[in-house]
């Protein structure tokens, strides 16, 4: 039976992988260890569909982590471009935005990865904040052509890709010696404590790199060049022309035409959806009229074999990064106290009609997530339990929070430390 993950993810739209369960867990087989489940969030009126998704906070917490993350990145940029020209580059500018970064980058790990017990705040976290490097590290390219336009043009693909692997490298280096820590500090295994989605991240680098992928593979220009080493526009057109070709043949070819409808359970119609099938354009070069002279050679087919797997990871992955709902408080500044009411400004929420409510106010029970924040979803209970001793104690330790938030973070970790005992 499909979990409420996997059937939310098969009502997707989708451009390469079928909204299927069965197809999703081919493409993902681990899916629901692997992924955190969206919940409801339900808005201020009750008679309102709730929003499906991941309730975030912004907080000045998030945002100085973006923006330094955005200056180490920038920096990364420039150290890539001396190497390339064999020049020098302001190595103390560049050591002090990484241990800026990495500073916040650990308070984040940190707070998700304690706090976790069963949530996968680590996978959200990666999440979000992955689709933040991605808009980045996307204009890495042109960023490279106005730092030096002969470099830039010759190598800015191949240097955004030199960037990205010196990018997930420190992060992972960085993750394993926060979890190391952890581990000591809670006595408790690494394995059970590392964020799992970020060994699938460092693995498909589409993920840490596009923000958008669409159905011509546009947006991959700099990932042929630059990452396969191939001529993207070549490789593109061969796929076109392959399309062209299965479609004319499907229509005269009935062999062909009932292996598409029973063997891969395709529309034998849409010719781009059948060659999103794995394995199905090896089956078409076997073909005898196969156009090897205009569509793709044996490499080739290996290649779009390997990144259909690419693809469709990618786009799951996506599909819950989209589903990540910014808040704020209506009547403080960012990060600034729970005066008021939750609102996202985010406009593609509000799918009722044009011309809608500038804002979306969520219910007042809503507990956003905060990455900043050593709970990050506030554990404050306002009715009695069974067991009051731990009532009491998530009271209490959001009380402290107001104070003084080392005590917090000792508290909290304690009562971690007694959960996983227990």
Wanted: aromatic share 10%.
């Amino acid at each position: 039976m499909a979990s409420s993950l996997i059937v939310h993810l098969s009502r997707g739209l989708f451009t390469f992988l079928r909204p299927q369960p069965e197809e999703i867990r081919r493409a993902l087989p681990n899916a629901e260890a692997l992924l955190p489940e969206p919940q409801k969030i339900f808005l201020e009126d009750d008679d309102a569909t709730p929003v499906i998704g991941f309730p975030l906070l912004r907080t000045r917490g998030l945002a100085a982590l973006e923006e330094a993350l955005a200056q180490y990145l920038e920096s990364e940029e420039a150290a890539q471009l001396a190497y390339q020209n064999r020049d020098t580059f302001d190595s103390r500018l560049f050591a002090s935005r990484w241990e800026r970064y990495k500073g916040l980058l650990t308070q984040a790990i940190e707070n998700t990865v304690v706090s976790n017990y069963g949530h996968n705040y680590p996978g959200i976290f990666w999440l979000q904040h992955s689709l933040v490097v991605a808009q980045i590290l996307r204009e890495v390219p042109r960023n490279m052509v106005r730092r030096d336009l002969t470099v830039g043009r010759e190598h800015g693909d191949r240097l955004k890709y030199r960037v990205f692997l010196k990018y997930i490298d420190r992060v992972v280096t960085l993750t394993y010696d926060i979890i190391g820590r952890l581990a000591s500090e809670l006595d408790d295994v690494e394995e059970s404590l590392f964020p799992r989605i970020l060994d699938l991240m460092r693995d498909n680098v589409l993920i840490f790199t596009e923000s958008h992928i669409s159905r011509d593979l546009s947006e991959l220009g700099s990932y042929f060049n630059g990452h396969l080493g191939i001529e993207g526009r070549e490789f593109r057109h061969r796929l076109e022309e392959l399309a062209k070709w299965q479609d004319a043949q499907l229509t005269r070819d009935r062999m062909l035409r009932a292996a598409a409808t029973e063997l891969m359970g395709g529309n034998p119609d849409d010719a781009r959806t059948l060659l999103n099938q794995t394995g199905w354009s090896t089956v078409l070069a076997s073909h005898p009229s196969y156009p090897s002279d205009r569509a793709f050679s044996g490499d080739q087919i290996q290649v779009w074999e390997s990144l259909l797997v690419k693809l469709k990871e990618y786009e799951i992955l996506h599909a819950l990064r989209k589903m990540i709902v910014p808040l704020e408080w209506e009547n403080s500044e960012l990060g600034g106290s729970d005066d008021g009411a939750l609102i996202s400004r985010d406009r593609s929420l509000n799918t009722t009609w044009v011309g809608g409510p500038q804002v979306l106010r969520v219910s007042s029970a809503t507990r956003p997530i905060d990455f900043f924040a050593a709970w990050v979803v506030d554990p404050l209970v306002e009715r009695f339990g069974l067991v009051y001793d731990i009532t009491d104690f998530s009271a209490t330790i959001s009380m402290l929070g107001r104070s003084e938030a080392q005590a917090l973070d000792q508290a909290f970790r304690m009562m971690f430390r007694f959960q996983r005992r227990v």
